[in-house]
């Protein structure tokens, strides 16, 4: 068993959609922050999105209107629903789950956005 598997990755047309999901080991609990960053060849790796266990979401500017963030404790997944994809969202996707001083990542799923 490994802390967080992402999958639902692959190859879509712009303006398409994807849905992630990131599979978390009973490790982490739902009190836990989670959240998917992103990193594209050469680019900084960047926070899309993040929920807290409260249920609070953050995005960043430029996913805002098109992805949504969610979670389901019962089930332990994290998800992220991308709609209108565009180029410049192609990137290694990574779920994150982090509390204090502990930190998980999975392996990554690529998304690629491309015609």
């Known amino acids: 068993q490994v802390p967080l598997v992402e999958s639902g990755g692959g190859l879509v047309q712009p303006g398409g959609s994807l849905r992630l999901s990131c599979a978390a080991s009973g490790s982490i609990a739902s009190f836990y922050t989670m959240g998917w960053y992103r990193q594209a060849p050469g680019k900084q790796r960047e926070l899309v999105a993040s929920i807290a266990g409260s249920g609070n979401t953050n995005y960043a500017d430029s996913v805002k209107g098109r992805f949504t963030i969610s979670r389901d404790n019962a089930k332990r997944r994290l998800y992220l629903q991308m709609n209108s994809l565009k180029p410049e969202d192609t990137a290694l996707y990574y779920c994150?789950?982090?509390?204090?001083?502990?930190?998980?990542w999975g392996q990554g799923t690529q998304v690629t956005v491309s015609s």
């Open positions: 994150n789950a982090k509390r204090a001083g502990t930190d998980f």
